[in-house]
């Protein structure tokens, strides 16, 4: 705690001690600096079996360089990554860095305006995707990219193994710590996805947050698999998974498409020991019974990010993994990602809570601010999340007044997450705070009424969602998925009365739900969060 003359600033830091970070040099060189002792180590093994060593790995990445510099790819241009999780997203990545140039990032299954729109604003000059994909990117009147595609290339397209397959050396490239690697977009759970600039040296003081140190918090091993079935071109599985991984040396175990039961295979087959996961991946393993057919005692650790994970779903887990931690992280793209994670991950752990998204990540502040006066809060206290350290965005894309808003004068990222700190130093997040509903003065949680409502046997989801009201403002209504095991005769069926009572009898009356719309699916993003602005249209 700081003391000023009249007012006492709280800020929170990590329970490990700082450590030094070698963040000046470029990304490449930092994830690959242990390339001699662990060339000759499986970096990438891919669904149907294919493994590249991190020799390999770091070959074709070089080639692939090579091949983008003929193109005439030079420092600061911008190449898009339009693929499914595969060698080709890892090569063209590194690629990209190791020309002192960015990459962005996006999803294949979008929209040809939601590609066109990410193009134009991260101006990219080339694209790397599927020949499936291809017609989903439309040239206006003069070529302002080029398409490069990993299978069979279609007409006025390359290919990218002859693209790779070109001589010249690559040139030195001269990298500034807060030049731009890559940009990727927010999940646009509130509004539209926004474009962050991440440097070289952000990823890299976040990935030795984690991975770093005597005792990391995020403790990886060299012999360790880890599951990368979260899609790459978001920034959790982009940084966790795959800048973390290399890194510490380990095996990557790319999915191209979630599958359950593909992904228990592949588990058991490789034996998989870490699992990146989002809550509804926890929940099937947790749930799912044919889990029970396979053999994964190899799992020892899963971390759930992304979204709040369903309270009390530890029991189901642990009876099914009893020798695997499951715990949370908290990222989210401007922090470059990762701003907590459970200390339980440590080389040397310690007592956690699965409730918490963890304790704020080494090397950084954290203060918790009352969103009216910003003044800072003690522990205990719920309010706006707030962070500073060098891992943070340089900023939006080409949107000076977002970062403004977004990063104020004292280098302080407003994550606009709503959260408290315990005596223990973890983190509990309440909700965003755009999405707290307000019923007259009273302010309620979205998340705390899901959580309620996935509690009940006869629910299989929900998402609750403000609705105007004339007299309180507004009011919390629940749109509601009924299980399928309560579908064995349509009296069982749960009724909208029922569904309200359940949530009355344990809350305050302000949070009581005024209206319950049954739905079959509640629509969500690629890594599984609630698209609230999809509901609310609904309404
Ligand atoms: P947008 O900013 O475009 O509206 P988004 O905030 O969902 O979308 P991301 O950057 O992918 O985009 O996600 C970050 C957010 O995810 C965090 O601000 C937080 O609200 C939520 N989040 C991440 N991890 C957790 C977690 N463990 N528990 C609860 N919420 C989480
Ligand atoms: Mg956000």
Same mark, same amino acid.
């Given at each position: ?14 329970k ?21 002792q ?5 970096? %990438?093994?891919?669904?149907?079996g ?10 074709a990445?070089?080639?692939? /360089? ?8 030079r ?11 595969s ?8 690629a ?11 999803n ?8 066109m729109?990410?193009l ?6 080339i ?14 009147e ?11 290339p279609?007409?006025n ?5 002859v ?10 490239v001269?990298i ?21 600039v ?6 890299i ?7 770093d140190?005597?005792?990391?918090? %995020? ?9 990368c079935?979260?899609p790459?071109?978001?920034i959790? /599985? ?7 991984s ?17 992904? %228990? ?10 699992v990146m996961?989002v809550?509804?991946?926890?929940v ?12 994964l ?26 020798q695997?931690i499951?715990r ?13 994670m459970?200390l339980?991950?440590a ?7 699965l409730e ?11 203060k ?8 800072s809060?003690?522990y205990?206290t719920?309010?706006?999340i ?6 943070i ?11 403004a808003?977004?990063?104020?004068e ?22 965003r ?7 007259? /003065? ?13 509690s ?9 969602v403000?609705?105007?009201?004339d ?15 309560s579908?064995?005769?349509?009296s ?14 344990q809350v ?7 209206r ?6 509640i629509?969500k ?13 609904? %309404?």
């Amino acid at each position: 705690q700081k003391t000023n003359s009249n007012q006492t600033t709280h800020i929170f830091k990590s329970k490990l001690p700082d450590i030094p970070i070698n963040n000046t040099i470029p990304l490449h060189t930092y994830a690959f600096q242990n390339l001699p002792q662990v060339s000759h180590r499986p970096c %990438l093994i891919t669904g149907d079996g294919k493994t590249y060593t991190y020799g390999d790995t770091h070959r074709a990445s070089r080639s692939f /360089a090579m091949g983008l510099f003929n193109l005439g790819i030079r420092k600061g241009d911008v190449i898009m990554i339009l693929l499914p999780n595969s060698p080709e997203f890892v090569f063209s990545f590194w690629a990209a860095s190791m020309l002192g140039a960015v990459s962005t990032v996006a999803n294949p299954s979008y929209t040809f305006a939601e590609i066109m729109k990410q193009l134009k604003a991260t101006n990219s000059k080339i694209v790397i995707t599927r020949a499936m994909h291809v017609h989903k990117l439309k040239q206006e009147e003069k070529n302002t990219f080029i398409v490069i595609t990993v299978d069979n290339p279609p007409e006025n397209c390359m290919s990218f193994s002859v693209v790779s397959r070109t001589e010249g050396t690559l040139p030195e490239v001269d990298i500034d710590p807060d030049d731009a690697v890559t940009l990727p977009f927010s999940s646009g759970t509130t509004g539209s996805p926004k474009g962050v600039v991440l440097t070289h040296k952000s990823l890299i003081t976040n990935m030795a947050q984690l991975v770093d140190g005597e005792n990391p918090n %995020l403790h990886m091993k060299e012999e360790d698999v880890v599951l990368c079935v979260l899609p790459l071109f978001h920034i959790f /599985a982009l940084h966790c998974v795959m800048l973390c991984s290399t890194r510490v040396g380990c095996t990557v175990l790319l999915m191209e498409k979630f599958e359950m039961r593909a992904l %228990l295979e592949l588990v058991e087959k490789h034996r998989v020991s870490v699992v990146m996961a989002v809550p509804p991946l926890v929940v099937a393993l947790s749930k799912n019974p044919e889990v029970e057919e396979y053999e994964l005692s190899s799992i020892r650790m899963v971390l759930s990010g992304g979204a709040p994970l369903a309270k009390n779903i530890d029991k189901a887990f642990h009876s099914r993994f009893p020798q695997a931690i499951l715990r949370q992280g908290l990222g989210m793209t401007e922090s470059g990602p990762v701003i907590s994670m459970s200390l339980g991950f440590a080389k040397y752990p310690m007592t956690t809570k699965l409730e918490s998204c963890g304790s704020v990540v080494r090397n950084t502040e954290m203060k918790i601010i009352d969103p009216l006066t910003g003044s800072s809060l003690p522990y205990n206290t719920s309010g706006e999340i707030c962070i500073r350290g060098q891992q943070i965005m340089k900023g939006y894309l080409n949107d000076e007044k977002a970062t403004a808003e977004a990063i104020d004068e004292e280098g302080w990222l407003h994550t606009g997450d709503v959260g408290y700190v315990d005596n223990n130093d973890e983190i509990f997040i309440v909700d965003r705070l755009k999405e707290l509903i307000k019923f007259k /003065a009273f302010q309620v949680a979205p998340a705390e009424l899901e959580g309620l409502l996935r509690s009940h046997p006869s629910i299989e989801d929900a998402a609750v969602v403000p609705q105007k009201d004339d007299v309180a403002g507004e009011v919390p209504v629940a749109f509601v998925v009924r299980s399928s095991t309560s579908n064995n005769g349509n009296s069982d069926l749960i009724t909208e009365d029922a569904v309200k009572d359940f949530v009355a009898k344990q809350v305050v009356f302000y949070k009581r739900l005024k209206r319950i719309i049954f739905v079959d699916e509640i629509p969500k993003t690629a890594i599984g969060k609630i698209l609230r602005k999809e509901l609310k249209a609904k %309404l």
